[in-house]
């Protein structure tokens, strides 16, 4: 089946660590996206690649980084200048170009950092 | 820039009841328009789109939304609640500005409950 993997589920880490979340999808989607997502604030854009080798910066993406070496892969590292760092991460990715598409959303990845 | 507002946070039903759910937008162009259900602790599914053509939507699980451009709305409904229903609502509108369709700006969300 078709769709989008993000490990793992639960996370926990200590505070000052650096942390990095999976995210793999095979339905051969051009662009890929990172939410952050807390209690009462729906998704704020992490970051988000259009295209292999190509990322921008979202929102919110002060403290994170990403990479996008391979079309099916999109990790997202929570590096230690994240202020807080705890809450419900949301990878998804869409097809591009003419058109509206809508994205597809993996299970998601709830990080918490003591 | 684009932008979704979600009236009500929270919004409580009884079971058989009809669901409403409200989203306005803005939108400097004509608007794609999006509705996703969130079961907890879990991602985000599409319930439904609207692109272009009829402004009546269906979608899943018997939601429909209408698109009303006069109004700048894309309400949700759904004529009977069941408690399967439970969940959190999000509306979104895409971002045509933002390079392509493809990036799309959410609202707030609405946490359905539903009373039996």
């Known amino acids: 089946d078709g769709g989008i993997t993000q490990s793992p589920k639960y996370l926990f880490r200590k505070e000052g660590q650096n942390v990095t979340l999976s995210c793999e999808q095979n339905l051969n989607h051009d662009a890929m996206y990172w939410y952050r997502q807390d209690p009462g604030q729906g998704l704020r854009l992490i970051y988000y690649?259009?295209?292999?080798?190509?990322?921008q910066k979202g929102d919110i993406a002060e403290g994170y980084s990403v990479s996008r070496e391979k079309k099916e892969s999109f990790p997202l590292t929570v590096t230690s200048a994240q202020k807080n760092p705890t809450a419900f991460y949301l990878c998804?990715?869409?097809?591009?170009?003419?058109?509206?598409?809508?994205?597809?959303f993996g299970p998601g990845t709830r990080l918490t950092v003591t | 820039a684009q932008s979704v507002t979600q009236l009500g946070s929270h919004v409580s039903v009884s079971e058989g009841a009809l669901v409403l759910l409200r989203c306005n937008y803005s939108?400097?162009?004509?608007?794609?328009l999006f509705w996703y259900v969130q079961y907890p602790n879990q991602g985000l599914q599409l319930l439904l789109k609207?692109?272009?053509?009829?402004?009546l939507v269906k979608g899943i699980n018997g939601f429909e939304a209408e698109f009303k451009k006069s109004e700048t709305s894309f309400h949700l409904t759904k004529p009977s609640a069941h408690m399967s229903d439970a969940a959190e609502y999000f509306c979104?509108?895409?971002?045509?500005?933002?390079?392509?369709?493809?990036?799309?700006?959410f609202g707030g969300g609405t946490r359905l409950m539903v009373k039996p």
């Open positions: 979104a509108v895409s971002d045509q500005l933002r390079n392509a369709g493809n990036m799309l700006t």
């Open positions: 998804a990715s869409s097809t591009t170009g003419a058109g509206s598409y809508e994205q597809y």
């Open positions: 690649s259009q295209i292999v080798n190509d990322f």
């Open positions: 939108s400097s162009v004509p608007p794609y």
């Open positions: 609207y692109t272009t053509g009829a402004t």
